[in-house]
């Protein structure tokens, strides 16, 4: 073997560790394994659900989520009277005969997610003493269940969001806002079933930090530890004012302020209530996952945490940080650092930006590494998509960098203009999976060797 096979052989084995890491990482959340293991365990058998069971959901899994539990249900409930309607993000229909599923619009609201939501409350409305609400509830829910409070429009709802997005605010603080505007979030949904006598059983996929039901696509069925004077102070820690938020979203926040509207569901509502929350995937599971795969690969697996947050290019450059300080000590044996946790991206005004948080905080680590060329690194959104493109995240190992300089890309310049999508597809270096139907968060991992 010359040296140049051998050369080829070993950075090819380098991206077919970060592209399985991250396969492994998504497969631990598939719905279609998960979500009958979950239902057995709430309904064993002889506590099946005996009438009738309506179903409702949101998020990028809960279609999925959604033609499991149908397929479950044909099989364990064959007497049970099933029907209900899930939203999801356009591309991530899942077939079902029973369930209707819904395409709508992700991040931003839409038209077709407010007729959507319409339709899931008025379902819930229907619920009988004795009834069970089975929700679906994943990643992306906030934005798909966007029910705006009386006298908010969806247009008012979809200027909040866009201006929530560009002031680089996290999606914790985001969903603070949103379920304080919404007539599902925050508890509200579990609400309208508590208050017809019916048992709810929230099956939650989630892909926050913390995992608290209460986060996960905002808690349609959890009770909420937020207040009106949270989403307003949140408006005002990113001077988002009546420039850039509607009067109408501002004029009902200081009405709950004034005690004027009602709170979001709080514990109290739910003394002597028939509602659990059961959160059957998680970003850690997934890193778990990576790690055992890639520990049979011959890496020794370090997880740095699932809860790693801030400004992606911020992120990339501590990252690049911490590769060189593991390098500089000496390594005994080739590591893997595995890392989740949602970051932000920031654009400013006059830039459109092409990608999302996975590719420029890798845009970001390959920038802020140029004297490491021997490592490789990948970072994925594990719901496929990575912001405003196609693909789910990108990759790079030593010889994506040398086509890089060989082509004269200036890593700089695309970060400057938020094209981290542009730089890595020039560099045929897109992690490309298509919808995944599910959402645990990001996914990134580092190869080092010594």
Known sequence: MTQSTASSTILESKEAVLKNAFAAAVAVADPQVIVPKFLAKIFPVGQEPMRRCLVVGAGKASASMASALEAYAKVHWPQVMLEGIVLTRYGHHSPTSHIKIIEAGHPVPDQAGMDGAKEVLALTNRLKQGDVLIALVSGGGSSLLTLPQEGISIDDMRKTTEALLRSGAPIEEMNVVRKHLSAILGGNLARVAIARGARVEALLISDVTGDSPADIASGPCAAD???????????????????????????????????EKPETLKDADLVDAQVSNHVIATAYKSLEAAAEYVHAQGYEPIILGDTITGEAREVGIEQAGLVRDYLARGIAKPLALISGGECTVTIPAGIKGRGGRCSEYLLSLFAASKDLPAFAALAADTDGID???????????SAVRQASQTESLVPEKFLSAHDCYGFFAQLGALVETGPTLTNVNDFRIILLEK
């Open 225 to 259: 530890y937020s207040t009106y004077l949270d989403a307003l102070s949140i408006l005002e820690k990113y001077d988002l004012d009546e420039s850039s938020i509607p009067k109408s979203v501002l004029d009902h926040l200081q009405q709950g302020l004034a005690g």
């Open 387 to 397: 912001g405003s493109e196609k693909n789910a995240g990108a990759w790079f190992d």
